[in-house]
């Protein structure tokens, strides 16, 4: 259940920390002091879509924080553990989620950033939140299936339904997509016929156009090279450089060599081994330079028939690549793909033949899925009639009759949640006979038959607490205090909020908050007040008589929480 709520800077609401009990608690005040937003708030901690005018004017942001406290075996620790959220079941579990007025929204669990997703998905565990326009989803039978599964817990076999139907609708499109492409390979057979013929000839390898285009390149200038390598070996040969730099070092060489010039440090002697190291290094780069140029012979391969062949070669690729619209490198690739179509139109029937089994084998697995999930929901269907037939007689209807039906859907209309179609029937007198809901109820019977529906659900699922906004529209007198006095036995396993502006629903309350405007601040605002039995009297009183609360108003606020 919800142990505390802190809310700060939302609309209307600068600080407000609440700490709710177990049981019943009715919220109620004038229309416009704020109980819808403390709804929003809530709705925005468990992971309902962030607006950032959800910020209170003047602030930088808002924070919603809610302490839980769910049982050791609550399906949530599962799920925290599943996506490696840190929790323990002996401490309290904390949703919280900051918008801001500048950057992206945040959640967290824990004080650990999650998505607002996973957020919902963990809320959707914890509090059931039933809008006031609630009912409007029993006018629409579109919702009637979502409602039955959702009573039944059929998550797993929708899932098993909806992987189903996906498979079948691959294998579906694949066999679609191969019957096409055997009718254009056979109307096109005798073209790709001659389109393998002819590539099967040349015989394309992937990479060979730019191996080809770079060899020819090669061959070409080996000419060309031979030409400037015979330049450079007539230069070197005829300047002699070798026998001049021979001769230059041997002449420098002496001069280190007189007496006095050795290991002398004077400047003379100094520049005369200077400049004999860089007559040595000369001549020693210039027979290196000439083993380069004339090794450089050996490597030239002038090949006339070499060149004609790799541009014979080229050249077909590149023009067989222009015939059929595509780059000289990719005709390898259309060899593969031509020859997988003409086998497809000279054997292509096998294909299809396994195709189609494919199809009926994913067809039978998805109505075996679709199968099981009508079993499972008309099995549901009996025990939510059950279920709701035994909340309408407190709720003052009890000759009405509910019936859900679960028929099967037309031929080729199924899909990924099953062959079903579900609505829900009332008959609110008998021997009136059964009609849609939408049809037969008024809009005061719609709201109890909400009511019944959303006890029925509240039992079945893992929400420890409930939150009702207005569930007693559209109803007075009777009818309201039996709508009360279900929500105080609905709160004998639940944590249950009622919003409400029903006198009767909120004097079934075990506990009454005030919902009000704060005249302390001058910019107005929220804030909620917790009311001992005097002060309830007084707010039922007002409830009771409006603006002008009179002593008979009083009177009868104090009879409706004695009878409570």
Same mark, same amino acid.
């Given at each position: 259940?919800?142990?505390?709520?802190?809310?700060?800077?939302?609309?209307?609401? @600068?600080?407000? @920390?609440?700490?709710?009990?177990?049981?019943?608690?009715?919220?109620?005040?004038?229309?416009? !002091?704020?109980?819808?937003?403390?709804?929003?708030?809530?709705?925005?901690?468990?992971?309902?879509?962030?607006?950032?005018?959800? *910020?209170?004017?003047?602030?930088? /942001?808002?924070?919603?924080?809610?302490?839980?406290?769910?049982?050791?075996?609550?399906?949530?620790?599962?799920?925290?553990?599943?996506?490696?959220?840190?929790?323990?079941? =002996?401490?309290?579990?904390?949703?919280?989620?900051?918008?801001?007025?500048?950057?992206?929204?945040?959640?967290?669990?824990?004080?650990?950033?999650?998505?607002?997703?996973?957020?919902?998905?963990?809320?959707?565990?914890?509090?059931?939140?039933?809008?006031?326009?609630?009912?409007?989803?029993?006018?629409?039978?579109?919702?009637?299936?979502?409602?039955?599964?959702?009573?039944?817990?059929?998550?797993?076999?929708?899932?098993?339904?909806?992987?189903?139907?996906?498979?079948?609708?691959?294998?579906?499109?694949?066999?679609?997509?191969?019957?096409?492409?055997?009718?254009?390979?056979?109307?096109?057979?005798?073209?790709?016929?001659?389109?393998?013929?002819?590539?099967?000839?040349?015989?394309?390898?992937?990479?060979?156009?730019?191996?080809?285009?770079? /060899?020819?390149?090669?061959?070409?200038?080996?000419?060309?090279?031979?030409?400037?390598?015979?330049?450079?070996?007539?230069?070197?040969?005829?300047?002699?450089?070798?026998?001049?730099?021979?001769?230059?070092?041997?002449?420098?060489?002496?001069? #280190?060599?007189?007496?006095?010039?050795?290991?002398?440090?004077? !400047?003379?002697?100094?520049?005369?081994?200077?400049?004999?190291?860089?007559?040595?290094?000369?001549?020693?780069?210039?027979?290196?330079? +000439?083993?380069?140029?004339?090794?450089?012979?050996?490597?030239?391969?002038?090949?006339?028939? !070499?060149?004609?062949?790799?541009?014979?070669?080229?050249? +077909?690729?590149?023009?067989?690549?222009?015939?059929?619209?595509?780059?000289?490198?990719?005709?390898?690739?259309?060899?593969?793909?031509?020859?997988?179509?003409?086998?497809? +139109?000279?054997?292509?029937?096998?294909?299809?033949?396994?195709?189609?089994?494919?199809?009926?084998?994913?067809?039978?697995?998805?109505?075996?899925?679709?199968?099981?999930?009508?079993?499972?929901?008309?099995?549901?269907?009996?025990?939510?009639? %059950?279920?709701?037939?035994?909340?309408?007689?407190?709720?003052?209807?009890?000759? !009405?009759? *509910?019936?859900? #039906?679960?028929?099967?859907?037309?031929?080729?209309?199924?899909?990924?949640?099953?062959?079903?179609?579900?609505?829900? %029937?009332?008959?609110?007198?008998?021997?009136?006979?059964?009609?849609?809901?939408?049809?037969?109820?008024?809009?005061?019977?719609?709201?109890?038959?909400?009511?019944?529906?959303?006890?029925?659900?509240?039992?079945?699922?893992?929400? /420890?607490?409930?939150?009702? @906004?207005?569930? =007693?529209?559209?109803?007075?007198?009777?009818?309201?205090?039996?709508?009360?006095?279900?929500?105080?036995?609905?709160?004998?396993?639940?944590?249950?909020?009622?919003?409400?502006?029903?006198?009767?629903?909120?004097?079934?309350?075990?506990?009454?908050?005030?919902?009000?405007? @704060?005249?302390?601040?001058?910019?107005?605002? &929220?804030?909620?007040?917790?009311?001992?039995?005097?002060?309830? /009297?007084?707010?039922?009183?007002?409830?009771?008589?409006?603006?002008?609360? &009179?002593?008979?108003?009083?009177?009868?606020?104090?009879?409706?929480?004695?009878?409570?």
């Amino acid at each position: 259940m919800i142990l505390s709520i802190s809310i700060r800077d939302f609309v209307l609401i @600068d600080r407000l @920390d609440i700490e709710p009990g177990a049981g019943f608690t009715a919220l109620t005040g004038e229309t416009g !002091a704020g109980k819808s937003i403390i709804l929003d708030a809530l709705s925005l901690a468990m992971g309902a879509a962030a607006d950032r005018a959800f *910020i209170r004017s003047g602030a930088d /942001q808002t924070s919603v924080a809610v302490e839980f406290g769910p049982p050791a075996r609550h399906p949530v620790w599962a799920a925290l553990r599943e996506q490696g959220i840190e929790a323990s079941v =002996d401490e309290a579990l904390t949703l919280k989620r900051v918008v801001r007025a500048c950057g992206p929204a945040r959640a967290f669990v824990n004080d650990q950033a999650v998505s607002a997703a996973f957020l919902a998905e963990i809320g959707e565990l914890l509090v059931e939140i039933h809008g006031q326009h609630a009912a409007s989803a029993l006018m629409r039978p579109s919702m009637h299936r979502r409602l039955l599964d959702q009573f039944a817990g059929n998550e797993k076999l929708l899932s098993a339904c909806a992987e189903a139907f996906d498979v079948l609708q691959v294998s579906r499109d694949a066999r679609d997509c191969l019957e096409l492409e055997q009718a254009d390979a056979v109307a096109t057979r005798e073209w790709l016929e001659q389109a393998v013929e002819e590539l099967e000839r040349l015989a394309p390898v992937a990479g060979e156009a730019a191996e080809l285009a770079s /060899q020819r390149m090669r061959l070409m200038q080996s000419e060309r090279v031979t030409e400037s390598v015979g330049e450079a070996e007539a230069a070197l040969e005829g300047a002699d450089i070798d026998t001049a730099l021979s001769k230059a070092s041997r002449a420098l060489e002496r001069i #280190c060599r007189l007496p006095g010039f050795d290991g002398s440090s004077e !400047a003379l002697p100094e520049a005369a081994r200077v400049a004999a190291e860089a007559v040595e290094r000369a001549l020693i780069e210039t027979r290196e330079a +000439a083993s380069a140029v004339f090794g450089l012979e050996r490597l030239i391969h002038y090949d006339t028939e !070499a060149l004609e062949s790799a541009e014979a070669r080229l050249f +077909a690729l590149r023009a067989l690549a222009r015939k059929h619209t595509t780059d000289p490198e990719t005709l390898a690739d259309l060899l593969l793909r031509l020859r997988g179509r003409l086998d497809l +139109a000279e054997a292509g029937e096998d294909a299809l033949i396994a195709a189609r089994k494919a199809e009926t084998a994913a067809q039978a697995r998805w109505h075996q899925a679709a199968e099981i999930l009508t079993s499972a929901r008309k099995a549901a269907a009996g025990r939510l009639e %059950e279920a709701i037939a035994k909340e309408l007689a407190p709720l003052k209807l009890g000759r !009405a009759t *509910i019936s859900i #039906c679960v028929d099967a859907l037309p031929d080729g209309e199924g899909g990924s949640q099953g062959a079903d179609r579900v609505e829900f %029937e009332a008959e609110t007198n008998p021997g009136a006979g059964f009609g849609p809901l939408r049809k037969i109820a008024s809009g005061g019977e719609l709201a109890r038959f909400s009511l019944a529906l959303k006890c029925a659900l509240a039992e079945a699922g893992s929400a /420890q607490t409930l939150i009702f @906004d207005e569930v =007693d529209q559209g109803v007075g007198g009777s009818v309201a205090a039996a709508v009360g006095e279900r929500l105080v036995l609905l709160a004998g396993a639940k944590q249950v909020f009622a919003i409400t502006h029903s006198p009767q629903v909120a004097a079934s309350a075990a506990t009454q908050w005030l919902v009000e405007k @704060d005249h302390d601040q001058k910019s107005g605002g &929220t804030r909620i007040r917790g009311l001992d039995d005097s002060a309830r /009297q007084e707010e039922i009183a007002r409830m009771l008589s409006g603006a002008e609360v &009179t002593e008979e108003a009083r009177a009868a606020a104090g009879r409706l929480l004695e009878d409570a």
